[in-house]
């Protein structure tokens, strides 16, 4: 199911009020945006091409150094700013405008998550132009296309929504203003992780060592999926994350299941049970005070969250679920903590199959945080309660001493990086700034999201540099973000530039 179908949903949302009076750009964008369409799908699709996984360092080297080089020709002064040596770059452009009293920074990442899922329709870094899903054929290449572009076609590619949309709908922004001859009307800092899909261990030290650097008066921070109605909307954060890898033991080699399957304990069973242990099949987290440092949640809060479409009986035909888990409205779980089981593996299956008692076993677990929890206390309450279940922790593989020793070995190893969440008001005056600008650009009031379910290192982005952040998302809802396939919607980049070029010049408070 297409966005479009679900708008018409969205006509009771709670809305922000457009000032009456309006500056936006959108028209001269959009008149310049038609006439080079194919120049500008051509352009994102060169970007899109350039390997980017977050673990490669020299991929993401490579990317810096040519989104830097379009920032620069743009009349940007680039640099490249690194933690320490051999770690991600991020970039960071800046351009002032003659006379603007406020600075904002844009943020978005260039990495990308890994590309090993199997079933992509094409190479991931090989940028095809499809048609609308269920159908996704291929439509050509940009040449051989005669008559306009349909802005319901996606272009497949990873990173393709997460995250060079906003990369690319800020350079297309730029490049309409001036074809325009409309200026800014704020001084432009970008700020453009290499890390984010790592969980940025190294970004905030990049952000500490470069305060002055980045000072500004807003940031709006540009990830994430729009909402599911189609509709244009503003967040005030994201959750924070946590997440480990753990492995259980069995026999020290395979055995076989007939003679010794009463007997030998099986590690297939041993990690569906732990994993049960940790949550119920509702979604509810089982831990021991979990929930404690759950910050509770607002009046106002509540209030922005009832007021968005409804569109979960729609979401579930589209998703193909015959039920769903959690509160009713999906919106509502994003203040609430969630354990995810990211993956399972225990023996063999297919052509490889045995009738044998695997030998090991081993799940994936990320959790998202929400406002008041923490990385370490998350840590500390986990291993203390799988220690009260009864299983013995260690960090690296267990020799046979230990093995023997204890009847649950379970070797668990935390992720680097995590982040606590960050979540902030949507009515300061930057804020209601950006929800005027975008409404003025997209003629309709704009849905305020008070947190969304995704996560990143901001909290302490946001913290270092005291200023308000506003998200602004442009990527369709289902984008296939961190999955195979993962694609945007045509019309959402053409949407993506106007809003920007708004934002950059019809920004004011």
Same mark, same amino acid.
């Given at each position: ?15 922000? /009020? ?35 996984? $977050? ?27 690194? /933690? $320490? ?22 943020? /978005? ?22 048609? /609308? ?135 297939? &069973? ?191 982005? &946001? ?47």
């Amino acid at each position: 199911m297409h966005p479009k179908i679900l708008i018409l949903l969205s006509c009771c949302a709670m809305v922000t /009020a457009l000032p009456a009076a309006a500056a936006s750009p959108q028209a001269e964008v959009r008149k310049w945006r038609q006439a080079n369409e194919r120049q500008i799908l051509q352009d994102f699709s060169t970007m899109l091409a350039m390997p980017n996984v $977050a673990t490669t360092l020299p991929d993401v080297e490579t990317n810096a150094t040519a989104i830097s080089a379009l920032l620069a020709k743009r009349g940007f002064r680039t640099q490249l700013l690194r /933690a $320490a040596p051999g770690t991600p770059p991020s970039i960071y452009a800046e351009r002032l405008t003659p006379g603007a009293k406020r600075t904002v920074v844009f943020y /978005a990442h260039y990495d990308g998550q890994p590309i090993n899922q199997k079933g992509w329709l094409s190479p991931p870094f090989t940028p095809t132009l499809r048609t /609308a899903p269920p159908a996704s054929a291929p439509v050509g290449d940009l040449a051989s296309i005669k008559g306009p572009i349909d802005p319901d076609w996606r272009i497949y590619a990873r990173s393709a929504g997460d995250d060079k949309a906003p990369i690319q709908a800020m350079i297309s922004a730029l490049d309409a203003l001036k074809a325009s001859g409309i200026a800014p009307t704020v001084n432009i800092k970008l700020l453009y992780e290499g890390e984010e899909e790592q969980g940025s261990p190294n970004f905030p030290k990049i952000v500490a060592q470069n305060l002055a650097l980045l000072r500004g008066d807003l940031l709006i921070f540009g990830d994430g999926p729009m909402h599911q109605s189609g509709r244009q909307q503003i967040n005030g954060g994201n959750r924070g994350i946590t997440s480990f890898a753990a492995t259980v033991y069995g026999p020290n080699k395979p055995l076989h299941d007939g003679h010794y399957g009463s007997w030998a304990p099986s590690p297939a &069973v041993m990690i569906a049970d732990f994993v049960m242990s940790l949550r119920d099949d509702a979604g509810h987290i089982k831990i021991s005070g979990f929930y404690d440092d759950v910050a509770p949640v607002t009046a106002a809060e509540k209030a922005a969250l009832a007021a968005m479409p409804p569109v979960e009986p729609e979401l579930k035909t589209a998703l193909g679920l015959g039920r769903t888990i959690g509160p009713p409205r999906l919106a509502d779980g994003y203040l609430s903590p969630t354990l995810n089981v990211r993956a399972i593996h225990a023996g063999d299956d297919g052509p490889n199959a045995a009738n044998a008692i695997a030998t090991e076993a081993s799940a994936s677990v990320d959790f998202r945080l929400t406002p008041g929890q923490t990385p370490a206390r998350v840590k500390a309450l986990t291993e203390a309660y799988l220690t009260r279940q009864g299983w013995f922790i260690v960090r690296d593989t267990p020799d046979a001493a230990t093995r023997l020793a204890h009847p649950k070995v379970l070797r668990l190893n935390w992720d680097d990086g995590g982040a606590v969440a960050t979540m902030t008001r949507l009515d300061t005056p930057a804020a209601v700034a950006v929800a005027g600008s975008i409404g003025r650009t997209t003629g309709e009031d704009v849905i305020k999201l008070p947190i969304m379910g995704g996560s990143s290192a901001f909290a302490e982005i &946001v913290d270092q540099l005291k200023v308000p952040m506003v998200g602004v998302s442009i990527a369709n809802y289902d984008d296939n973000q961190h999955a195979r396939n993962e694609n945007l919607r045509i019309g959402n980049l053409w949407d993506g530039i106007e809003v920007y070029a708004g934002l950059l010049a019809d920004l004011t408070w």
